[in-house]
Structure formats: C-alpha cells, structure tokens
C-alpha cells in the first residue's frame, strides 16, 4: 500500500524556529536544533527547513545553521533560503542537505532550475511555489514571502519547472498557511494531476483527517505542514510532535 511521506516544514527567522498565518503574524516557536533532537526521536520521514528572510536580506542560509543539523539529524533534509548560484548549491549539499528548495530564484530565472539540475540531479532539486487565490476566483503564484504577486499561474508554472528539471514541487496554499482548517485540495490536485513528478501538499493541515484528503482526494505524493508539527490542542500550545508509525498506518488504510 502506498505510504506518503510526511515531512515537517520549519521556518527559521534570525536563525529561531517561527510560525506563521497567511506568511504574517510570526510566533516564536524555539530552538531549531531542538526540534531537530525531537524528530529524531518521534523517527520524522524528513525536514525542510526554509529561510524566510534569506532572499529579501540578499543572503544565503546560514551554512553553519546546515551544518549543525546535519550533525544532528538522523532524517533526510532540505533546505531554502537565498538560493541564486551553482556554488550556492554545492555549498548547502557539502555541508549535509539532500536537496535544495528554490522559490524566488526559479520565478525569476527558471533556467537555474535546468542548470542545476544538469549539475546536480533533478532528485536534488525541489521547487516551492507559494500560491494565492485571486479575489474573484483562481490562482496566482506569489513571491517575497508572498507579498509580491508574480502573476503566474500556478499549474502552468508548475508544467515549466517540471520541464526544466525539478525533481519536485512543494505546492503551498497562502491562504491556508497556519490556519489549521485544512488543505486547498482543488489547488493541489489541479497542480497534482498536471505534472509526473512528485507533488509536497503544504498549508492548513491540522488533522490526519487532512493528511487523507490531500492524497486521496488532492493526489499529492507527500504531506508537508507546519503547525500541526510544532502545536499541540485548541490553545496551541508549543510541542513538537509526529504521528507514530501506527498512527499512519491508520491514516492510509
């Protein structure tokens, strides 16, 4: 039976662990490290950790923040954040990363999603595509922490990065981020049924129930999500958590 991967997605900030709703309102959260002992122990499939600020700053993840997990992990991970070069790459895989996420860097050269990928594989290469829903209907793909409307749209732009190499693609529901309701399932499975290669759901997750609809009804090959990972109860109270193996064996059944 398939088993979708299930990946807990960090956002760093001055190098802390935050969280977020609708890409605002940032909390707090800890320790990233911390968090990284926790899955070990919890056994998570695999971590993303991205950068939030990294491209606006002009800068590149903290190398030595990489490094320090990938001392520490006993899980696959990636990482994002200011990614624009080659060396960028080659850096982030040498100090312990599996795979790269590019977000800004593909909207605005979608040719270094070809070039790095000749480079470097197309398993190494994801892209994240931030999305939001227009007020009158359908979607466009949003950069710069979601402030800057790219006016893409997200399935043909999802065609063009499978086209140039990616070997994944994170679909992320701005409007779902942090709220804990659910995922869009129209947006992912629109994206889902329109490229091969595997499809990460992100956005709204706040129950196995939500896992569930986004492979069945979305179609996504892995589930990405947040809050659900670092939240515990109505009152959100910070705990880092992750399904156990019975637990998900429920879930695809």
Do not use: W
Request: net charge negative.
């Amino acid at each position: 039976m398939f088993r979708p991967r299930i990946i807990p997605v960090l956002l760093l900030k001055n190098l802390g662990l935050v969280k977020s709703v609708q890409f605002k309102d940032f909390r707090y959260i800890g320790d990233p490290i911390n968090a990284v002992k926790i899955f070990n122990d919890l056994k998570a499939d695999e971590l993303v950790f991205l950068d939030i600020t990294a491209s606006k700053d002009g800068r590149l993840i903290s190398l030595d923040f990489v490094k320090n997990v990938g001392d520490e992990a006993n899980m696959p991970f990636s990482v994002g954040g200011g990614i624009k070069t080659i060396d960028d790459i080659k850096k982030i895989l040498n100090s312990g990363a599996e795979k790269v996420v590019i977000n800004t860097s593909a909207i605005e050269n979608p040719g270094f999603i070809r070039e790095a990928a000749d480079v470097f594989g197309s398993s190494t290469i994801v892209v994240c595509i931030d999305v939001k829903k227009k007020l009158f209907g359908g979607y466009l793909v949003h950069t710069k922490e979601g402030h800057k409307n790219t006016g893409k749209n997200p399935v043909e732009y999802a065609k063009l990065v499978e086209e140039m190499g990616a070997g994944e693609i994170i679909i992320q529901s701005i409007d779902k981020d942090g709220t804990m309701e659910g995922y869009d399932i129209d947006l992912i499975r629109m994206v889902s049924e329109n490229v091969t290669i595997p499809v990460v759901a992100l956005g709204g997750a706040g129950s196995f129930n939500h896992f569930r609809d986004a492979v069945d009804k979305g179609l996504a090959s892995a589930i990405a999500a947040g809050s659900m990972f670092v939240y515990h109860g109505p009152r959100r109270a910070v705990l880092i958590n992750f399904p156990t193996e019975e637990e998900i064996q429920q879930l695809i059944s």
